[in-house]
């Protein structure tokens, strides 16, 4: 738990860092940017089925019906995007997130061979790959939630801690070892890493502050790679 403590501190200690805002910047930006493409690709593809007037049995023609639906669906977009904002932010973020644990290594890590170069097209699939994960796991775990509903927030936090520690540690360590070597360790420290992960779950549902998750996170394990035993 100290290592854990330590890690976290220390990730907390450098969010004034640059290179940790402008990820942060960068996938806030990219999040609202797709969130806005799909608004107007959804509005598009409603415009052009409803055309710009309705024909009603009894009623007969209607002009409005477009309008309606326009200025209906600007409530229900920003309700869809306070869920969806985080999620998919998380994902534009993990985009960029090589560059968190290259600010945490040059900062506390000196000396060391310079990391392998993840691909962006790597970095993009392997970011919406994780969101699929969690948005999947966390819809059939709502069972759960419903059947042990005392113990629902406990259960949340089990799950997401335990993805969160598996895909931000894998994706901290492939960038200094091979695929057998992080299962090795990730092995060797499972419980630890769970922690870890669960301690970042948290903060999730808190507004604003779980946008920081996968920057906190990545430079959290980032820290836990090079301290824990390997």
């Given at each position: 738990m100290t290592q854990i403590l330590k890690a976290l501190s220390l990730s907390l200690a450098q969010?004034?860092?640059?290179?940790?805002?402008?990820?942060?910047l960068k996938g806030i930006g990219l999040a609202i940017a797709l969130l806005a493409g799909i608004y107007a690709i959804v509005m598009w593809i409603?415009?052009?089925?409803?055309?710009?007037?309705?024909t009603l049995p009894f009623i007969g023609e209607v002009t409005w019906v477009d309008n309606v639906v326009s200025w209906g669906s600007i409530p229900l977009m920003l309700l869809?995007?306070?869920?969806?904002?985080?999620?998919?932010?998380?994902a534009m973020t993990g985009i960029f997130?090589?560059?968190?644990?290259?600010a945490v290594e040059d900062k506390h890590y000196t000396g060391l061979p310079a990391a392998k170069r993840i691909s962006l097209a790597t970095n993009i699939t392997d970011s919406f790959?994780?969101?699929?994960?969690?948005?999947?796991?966390?819809?059939?775990?709502?069972?759960?939630?419903l059947i042990f509903a005392p113990f629902a927030p406990l259960i949340f936090w089990a799950?997401?801690?335990?993805l969160l520690a598996r895909e931000y540690f894998q994706m901290v360590a492939i960038r200094r070892t091979?695929?057998?070597?992080?299962?090795?360790?990730?092995?060797?420290?499972?419980?630890?890493?769970?922690?870890?992960?669960?301690?970042?779950?948290l903060p999730l549902s808190i507004p604003l502050v779980n946008l920081l998750v996968p920057v906190v996170g990545c430079a959290m394990f980032t820290?836990?790679?090079?301290?824990?035993?390997?």
């Open positions: 969010l004034s860092d640059p290179r940790f805002r402008s990820v942060l409603v415009g052009w089925l409803l055309g710009d007037s309705v869809l995007s306070t869920f969806l904002m985080v999620p998919v932010a998380s997130l090589d560059d968190v644990a290259d790959r994780f969101l699929g994960v969690i948005v999947v796991a966390n819809l059939l775990a709502l069972v759960l939630y799950l997401n801690g335990f091979d695929r057998a070597g992080v299962k090795k360790q990730r092995r060797r420290n499972a419980l630890t890493l769970w922690i870890a992960g669960g301690l970042m779950a820290h836990l790679y090079h301290r824990l035993p390997r």
